[in-house]
């Protein structure tokens, strides 16, 4: 019964307080400084840098809706323990160096482009003792394209596969496929150690990054059963965007073996929305003088901003009895943007807990403008939850070029 009055004492207290004057949220705050991990425009880009319009819907809209717990984003770390090339019909008929460091590495061989698919049964393996072993000799479980595509295995078509029979060992073996010539046909290799140790790790330190912030990553080859980190010989890398331009990367070793990239993003926003990516290429030693090749790459959003949230706030509660918050906004082009923040309240011991999401969309002019979250009040009252109140997780998207702008994970604390 208790419970029961306290829930119907705050229904009745939100109820009331949405229906008191409007003077006491004229003021105008600002919203709350970014901390770590938020994605905050400093500064707008050149117009000229921007990716093409694709929304360009008029319409204003405001809805919301009751909130679940939800998450925290966080940057993606990747993990590898394969590498991949590109092979010549050329080379791969002379002999590709197939390095392993476990039993049983798996290699996969797709044709690239019109090359044609070939017969597994035509492949050699080479041992480091210069045993050759012809077709399914010395390999196991040879998978060919006609029996791929039966499957329905997501690899593309014409692709081969088999594993290398555990019994061989390590090492580095040669694979070739007699009869291939010439650089007309090119192939991809794949080569996967499932049974390995030896992991090559990245992560980005942040999942979204802006013109003219700085990409950075880390990445380290492990040896997972020590929980060490081993030496690298050799690295290098590039950052490719989603319409397939490509930038080198600079790789700088730490104090601890691992190494990190650290380079400006200047660049232009592609014309096809997607995710960059930055790949890695290493080469290591293992004991007894065994190569490590690994391959490892992680995405990461990057955007061009041409509007900003220029910090201004002013909260009140309208004729309808909703709970309005409007952001000043910066717009540097003309474009459909969207705004949108999640409302916390107080509960009985103190603690935030969320209670609704609002979001909006408009077409904003070259100029200061404002967007605004509209947080119902028959969601705000059922919630039964107490000042002091917060926006949290804030984000302003450009809808018309599908990229993150703003992302803060608290925003704004709105107190009667």
């Given amino acids: 019964m208790d419970s029961i009055i306290t829930q119907m004492a705050k229904y009745l207290w939100v109820t009331a307080f949405l229906a008191s004057s409007t003077a006491a949220w004229g003021a105008q705050t600002r919203l709350a400084p970014p901390q770590h991990g938020d994605v905050t425009v400093e500064a707008l880009a050149p117009a000229a840098l921007a990716a093409p319009i694709g929304n360009t819907a008029q ?9 679940d717990k939800g998450s925290k984003p966080v940057p993606h770390e990747s993990e590898s323990r394969g590498y ?16 392993t460091s476990a ?11 019109d ?15 210069g045993r050759v072993f012809h077709g399914t000799e010395g390999m196991d479980l040879v998978v060919d394209a006609e029996r791929l595509a039966a ?18 060992g390590k090492g580095r073996f040669v694979l070739r496929a007699s009869g291939l010539t010439g650089d007309r046909h090119s192939y991809h290799v794949h080569v996967q150690e499932s049974e390995s140790d030896l992991v090559l790790r990245m992560h980005a330190a942040r999942d979204i990054y802006l013109y003219g912030q700085e990409l950075s990553v880390e990445t380290g080859l492990h040896d997972v059963s020590g929980d060490s980190v081993l030496q690298v010989a050799q690295i290098t890398g590039y950052v490719r ?11 700088q070793r730490k104090k601890n073996g ?21 790949n890695a290429d290493v080469r290591g030693m293992q004991e007894g003088g065994i190569t490590v090749r690994r391959n490892v790459k992680t995405a990461f959003g990057y955007a061009v901003p041409q509007a900003r949230l220029a910090g201004g706030v002013s909260v009140d509660v309208p004729e309808d009895g909703d709970l309005r918050a409007s952001l000043s906004v910066n717009v540097g082009s003309a474009g459909r943007y969207q705004l949108r923040g999640t409302l916390y309240g107080s509960g009985e011991k103190g603690s935030m807990e969320p209670i609704m999401v609002a979001d909006s969309a408009a077409w904003l002019d070259l100029g200061d403008s404002e967007l605004d979250l509209v947080f119902d009040k028959a969601l705000l009252a059922a919630a039964g939850l107490s000042a002091p109140f917060e926006i949290r997780d804030l984000q302003l998207i450009d809808q018309s070029r599908m990229e993150v702008l703003h992302r803060q994970e608290y925003a704004l604390i709105i107190e009667p």
């Fill in 115 to 129: 090359s044609p698919a070939f017969d597994p049964n035509q492949l050699e393996l080479i041992d480091s003792r």
């Fill in 258 to 278: 691992a190494f990190i990239v650290q380079m400006p993003l200047k660049q232009g926003a592609d014309a096809i929305p997607g995710l960059w990516e930055i």
């Fill in 59 to 67: 319409e204003t809209i405001h809805f919301s809706w009751a909130a």
């Fill in 84 to 99: 991949w090339f590109r092979a010549s019909a050329g080379e791969l008929g002379k002999g590709l160096d197939i390095d």
């Fill in 151 to 168: 499957s329905g295995t997501p690899f593309p078509p014409g692709t081969s596969a088999f594993r290398v029979s555990p019994e061989l």
């Fill in 241 to 251: 965007s989603p319409g397939g331009e490509t930038l080198p990367v600079s790789f």
């Fill in 103 to 113: 039993p049983g590495a798996v290699v996969k061989l797709s044709p690239l482009g």
